[in-house]
Nanobody, 122 residues
Framework: VQLQASGGGLVQPGGSLRLSCAAS????????IGWFRQAPEKKREWVSC????????YYTDSVKGRFAISRENAKNTVYLQMHSLKPEDTAVYYC????????????????WGQGTLVTVSS
């Protein structure tokens, strides 16, 4: 069971990026998928989650209205579309899978990918 996050990069404030979380060894539609981020010298923070069967979506308050999480089952991939990026969104972003429910707690996720760095700077 492996997850791989990609799509990070350098973007100017107000710009957009789309992160991808691809799976190998299992099908993502059987899992709740969460995105977390960790900025330098800060704790890991939950960002968003898409539920396992009914695709309900959840967001931390700071990204509501700017980020959107979605699935593309044909590609076995979950996306995090990020708009109106701010310098405070700068972090390493991680995707994680849970066989059960969406959660904002990292400990509730079983499988983690390596992170992808998002830098928002002019």
């Amino acid at each position: 069971v492996q997850l791989q996050a990609s799509g990070g990069g350098l973007v100017q404030p107000g710009g957009s990026l789309r992160l991808s979380c691809a799976a190998s060894g299992f099908t993502l539609d059987g899992y709740a998928i969460g995105w977390f981020r960790q900025a330098p010298e800060k704790k890991r923070e939950w960002v968003s989650c898409i539920s396992r069967s009914d695709n309900f979506t959840y967001y931390t308050d700071s990204v509501k209205g700017r980020f959107a999480i979605s699935r593309e089952n044909a590609k076995n991939t979950v996306y995090l579309q990020m708009h109106s990026l701010k310098p405070e969104d700068t972090a390493v972003y991680y995707c994680a899978g849970s066989y059960y429910y969406c959660s904002s707690r990292a400990a509730d996720f079983d499988s983690w990918g390596q992170g992808t760095l998002v830098t928002v700077s002019s």
